[in-house]
């Protein structure tokens, strides 16, 4: 099984920049990228910051986008989403039953669990996952039994020393560790939020993230001038075997080729 991880469009209104970059154009260079070179792959999830500012029309546009997209997508939200203007664009998105944007995707025996760790207020960065949703997550987990799951998120529970994304990472980190330990076969977790290419191994459990489609955030914050930087965005093609999970961090905008010369004696 392949399928494709996408985070943190940080989409504006259509034609506007943002940090020095088009989020529309990226997330079009993005996708039409996934059609040229993995349009077997059997779904894509985009796990959260889809807007920038949680504006109607971005959301909109990303519907009207995505439905020319042959490949099928789960949709996730992040701290920069707002979780109603996000349902009214997307009335049809599944909901667990206290309305959360989270549910679960059964496939060729595999479970994929999609969370929703958006914490409600205006200008709330950091992530929850509150009782209700802790609950939800167990149920899932106990009902996988033995089949492998897959965890999709947004905000990590742990650090990764860059204290711009420490700072505002998941609040419930033990309370998240213990529901965790209700899974028989977790896989892999997959996340989003610190806009950096990271591999963690986070108390026996692995997690990989992204960079954003549009703007990174440094390793070391006083290696650039400015909040962000212009490493290269990345979408993840996950292969699943029944051994072997693989994550390639493909840099879709830098691929040109090597005109190699020839040396001679």
Not at 63 to 71: E, G, N, Q, T, V
Not at 105 to 128: A, Y
Not at 235 to 252: A, C, I, R, S
Request: glycine content about 6%.
């Amino acid at each position: 099984m392949k399928f494709i991880h996408i985070t943190d469009l940080h989409l504006t209104a259509p034609e506007t920049a943002l940090n020095g970059s088009n989020p529309v154009d990226r997330l079009n260079a993005c996708l039409q990228d996934i059609e040229n070179w993995h349009s077997d792959a059997a779904f894509c999830v985009l796990s959260g910051d889809l807007s920038e500012f949680s504006e109607s029309c971005s959301y909109t546009w990303l519907k009207d986008r995505l439905a020319a997209f042959s490949i099928p997508c789960f949709l996730m939200i992040g701290n920069h989403d707002d979780r109603t203007i996000f349902l009214n664009v997307f009335p049809d998105q599944p909901k667990d039953s206290n309305g959360f944007v989270q549910h679960v995707h059964t496939s060729d025996g595999r479970v994929f669990i999609f969370l929703d760790t958006t914490k409600d207020g205006k200008n709330v960065h950091e992530g929850q996952l509150c009782p209700s949703r802790l609950i939800w997550l167990k149920n899932q987990l106990v009902q996988a039994g033995d089949k492998p799951c897959y965890l999709f998120m947004h905000h990590p529970p742990f650090n990764i020393g860059i204290s711009y994304v420490d700072d505002i990472k998941l609040e419930e980190a033990e309370e998240f560790a213990q529901t965790l330990e209700s899974g028989q076969n977790i896989q892999h977790v997959f996340f989003g939020h610190v806009h950096r290419m990271t591999y963690v191994n986070w108390r026996g459990t692995s997690f990989t993230s992204l960079p954003s489609l549009n703007h990174q955030i440094p390793l070391v914050s006083e290696s650039v001038k400015g909040e962000y930087c212009t490493e290269p965005p990345a979408y993840g093609v996950v292969m699943v075997e029944p051994d072997q999970l693989t994550v390639h961090f493909n840099t879709f905008l830098q691929r040109d080729p090597l005109h190699q010369t020839k040396l001679h004696n």
